[in-house]
C-alpha cells in the first residue's frame, strides 16, 4: 500500500503472512521498519518486489522494539551492507531481563550498527525524532517523522488500541505516559505495528482521545 509518494505500507492480513505491519521508506536512503517473523519474511520480500525493491536495497533497518513479530527477520541482513538500528534499552533489556528472546530469534551475539535513544537520527537526506517509549517493552522506541508528520508507533498504539502490557518488562503506568507524550505531537498520519494507519490531523486526535477515555481505564 502506497500512503505517501516515498513511504509504502506492508499490513498484516494474513495469518499465514507476516503478523506485524512492515514499512518501507524509499529515497537517497531506503528504509524498513519492523522486518518481522523470519520465517514468514517471504511475504515483504514479495511486497517489496511490487515496487522493484529488494532487500538488498535496503540502507538501513530499523526495529521499534525486541518482540519476535517485529524483528525475527534480522537475520536476512546479517551479513549484508545494510545497516541495523535497535533500541538500546531493547537491547539492555534482551540481554539481561529476557535473554530467551535473543536466544530463540537466533540472535546469538547480536550488535546493531546503530543504538537508538531519545533524540534525532538522520538517514540520508531524512530526519526523525526517536522517542523513548516504554509499557508495551521496556526500552520500546517510536519513530516521529516531522517532514511528513507521520508517527511510526510500534506496540505502543494502534488504531483504536494499546499494546498489551502483560508480557515480561510491560508496565501500564509507563503505557499511558508514552501514550500522552506521542499525543501532544502535530501528526497527521499514525503508522501502528498492527493494523490500519490512521490518517488525518483529526482521526489521529480522535484516535489518541477515544485510546484514553477507553483504555486507560484497564491500565
Known amino acids: 500500500m502506497k500512503l505517501l509518494e516515498n513511504l509504502f505500507a506492508f499490513l498484516w492480513t494474513d495469518p499465514t503472512a507476516n503478523n506485524a505491519n512492515t514499512y518501507v521508506i524509499r529515497g537517497a536512503k531506503n528504509i524498513l521498519i519492523d522486518p518481522g517473523r523470519h520465517h514468514l519474511f517471504g511475504a515483504v520480500r514479495d511486497s517489496l518486489q511490487r515496487f522493484s525493491l529488494n532487500p538488498s536495497d535496503m540502507?538501513?533497518?530499523?526495529?521499534?522494539?525486541?518482540?519476535?513479530d517485529h524483528m525475527e527477520a534480522l537475520r536476512v541482513f546479517f551479513?549484508?551492507?545494510?545497516?541495523?538500528?535497535?533500541?538500546a534499552g531493547e537491547l539492555a533489556f534482551i540481554g539481561t531481563g529476557a535473554p530467551q528472546y535473543g536466544i530463540a530469534l537466533g540472535l546469538g551475539d547480536f550488535q546493531p550498527h546503530i543504538l537508538l535513544q531519545e533524540g534525532t537520527l538522520e538517514a540520508g537526506d531524512l530526519t526523525f525524532q526517536v522517542f523513548h517509549t516504554p509499557g508495551h517493552s521496556p526500552g520500546s522506541i517510536c519513530l516521529y517523522w516531522p517532514e511528513q508528520k507521520v508517527l511510526f508507533t510500534g506496540d505502543v498504539i494502534f488504531h483504536q488500541g494499546i499494546g498489551r502490557t502483560d508480557l515480561r518488562g510491560g508496565s501500564g503506568s509507563e503505557l499511558k505516559e508514552s501514550i500522552l507524550r506521542l499525543s501532544r505531537l502535530d501528526v497527521e498520519m499514525l503508522i501502528p505495528g498492527h493494523g490500519d494507519v490512521v490518517r488525518g490531523r483529526e482521526p489521529v486526535k480522535s484516535n489518541f482521545r477515544a485510546v484514553e477515555d477507553y483504555w486507560f481505564a484497564y491500565l
Open 79 to 87: 551479513d549484508t551492507s545494510t545497516l541495523i538500528a535497535f533500541p
Open 59 to 68: 540502507d538501513l533497518v530499523i526495529v521499534t522494539h525486541g518482540h519476535p
